[in-house]
């Protein structure tokens, strides 16, 4: 798996440590997420393997390991001035992922075409949007 850095934000501008929406908080991989977050994936491995291009076999410790290093070196040391807008995408096939954007109070803002990246997709994209 790699990290691929984020072209939707201004060279210089980079994402909080934490965000915090309501019930939702988002933050970034620490170290003690390592064996809870590797335990998930393979629990759950024949749900989203066919939804993650990333998850073609069970994760293992080391991949886990790499995903995290690669993590860090990539992540910016600046800080984000504010957050008012937060996506959600998935694909249009998969209503799990659609589900939680909707039970979270995201409102659908477009369906679009996009690149099949893994087994189960459609090739449409659904673009869910939390505003403050």
């Known amino acids: 798996m790699s990290i691929e850095p984020c072209s939707a934000l201004a060279p210089g501008v980079v994402p909080p440590e934490r965000i915090e929406l309501d019930e939702l908080l988002l933050r970034r991989w620490q170290l003690e997420d ?3 977050r590797l335990e998930a994936i393979n629990a759950s491995f024949d749900e989203i393997h066919p939804w993650m291009d990333w998850l073609a076999e069970p994760a293992t410790l080391e991949s886990q390991r790499a995903f995290g290093r ?4 990539s992540w910016p040391s600046a800080a984000l001035p504010g ?3 937060v996506e959600i995408h998935c694909d249009e096939a998969n ?6 954007a909707r039970r979270l109070g995201y409102r659908l803002d477009r369906i679009e075409p996009r690149e099949k ?8 994209g659904m673009y869910w949007v939390k505003e403050r």
Do not use: K
């Open 70 to 73: 690669e993590t860090d070196e």
């Open 34 to 36: 390592l064996l809870p």
């Open 83 to 85: 957050v008012d807008r």
């Open 117 to 124: 990246r893994a087994p189960a997709e459609s090739g449409r």
């Open 95 to 100: 209503v799990r992922s659609a589900a939680v």
